[in-house]
C-alpha cells in the first residue's frame, strides 16, 4: 500500500469569458477581466456564459438582473 494518494484535485475555477482561472474563489468576479461571475449555489460550480443550469449538478440558476 505504498500508492500515494493524491490529493483530490478540486476542479479550477475558470472565468466562462476570458477563461482565465479564478484563484479566489470567494470573489463574484472575475479578476482578469472583472466580470461578474454567475455560480451554483449547491457546488459553487461556475456557471458558463449563456447557461442557466449548473453542469455539475443540473440545478437551474437564478439569474439575477
Ligand atoms: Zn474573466
Ligand atoms: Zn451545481
Redesign the pocket.
Known amino acids: 500500500m505504498a500508492k500515494k494518494a493524491a490529493p483530490q484535485s478540486v476542479k479550477a475555477c475558470s ?1 466562462p ?2 477563461e ?1 482561472e479564478i484563484v479566489d474563489r470567494r470573489l463574484p468576479y ?1 479578476q ?2 472583472h ?1 461578474e461571475i454567475v455560480r451554483c449555489n449547491t457546488c459553487l460550480t461556475v456557471i458558463p456564459k449563456g447557461k442557466d443550469s449548473c453542469p455539475s449538478c443540473g440545478r437551474k440558476v437564478k439569474k439575477t438582473k
Open positions: 472565468c469569458y476570458c482565465a472575475c482578469a477581466c466580470v
